[in-house]
C-alpha cells in the first residue's frame, strides 16, 4: 500500500485545515485507516480512526469534538477535518494503514510520509 498525505500548512489558533490520505496499491476498503502525529521532541501519537467500512471512528481524547475523521472508498481517501486549531496541535501529521483499528503505531503497516500542520497563537 502506498499512502500519500497532504493538506498540512500554517494556520491561526482557532482556524482549520483538512488533511486528505490518498491510498493505492491495496483493496483500501478492507483496510482501517488512521491519522498520528508527532510533535518536535514528542512520540508518535494516536489522533483518530475509522475502521475499513467507514461506519466507526475512534479519536484521542485531545482532539474529540475537534477533528473528524471520514474515509471515502470510491475514491480510495481518508480526511482529517481539524477544526478548531489550537498551538498544541503543531505536529507532523502521518496517515497510517493496517487491517483494524489500534492506538499503538505499532500496528500499522504501512504509512504515508507525514504532512507538516502548524498552529500559531
Known amino acids: 500500500v502506498q499512502l500519500q498525505a497532504s493538506g498540512g500548512g500554517l494556520a491561526q489558533a482557532g482556524g482549520c485545515l483538512r488533511l486528505s490520505c490518498v491510498a493505492s496499491g491495496r483493496t483500501f476498503s478492507s483496510q482501517a485507516m488512521a491519522w498520528f502525529r508527532q510533535g518536535p521532541g514528542k512520540e508518535r501519537e494516536f489522533v483518530a480512526a475509522v475502521r475499513w467500512s467507514g461506519d466507526s471512528t475512534y479519536y484521542a481524547d485531545s482532539v474529540k469534538g475537534r477533528f473528524t475523521i471520514s474515509k471515502d472508498n470510491a475514491k480510495s481517501t481518508v480526511y482529517l477535518q481539524m477544526s478548531p486549531l489550537q498551538p498544541e496541535d503543531t505536529a507532523v501529521y502521518y496517515c497510517?494503514?493496517?487491517?483494524?483499528?489500534?492506538?499503538?503505531?505499532?500496528?500499522?503497516?504501512?504509512w504515508g510520509q507525514g504532512t507538516q500542520v502548524t498552529v500559531s497563537s
Open positions: 497510517a494503514s493496517g487491517l483494524a483499528v489500534a492506538y499503538n503505531p505499532k500496528s500499522f503497516g504501512f
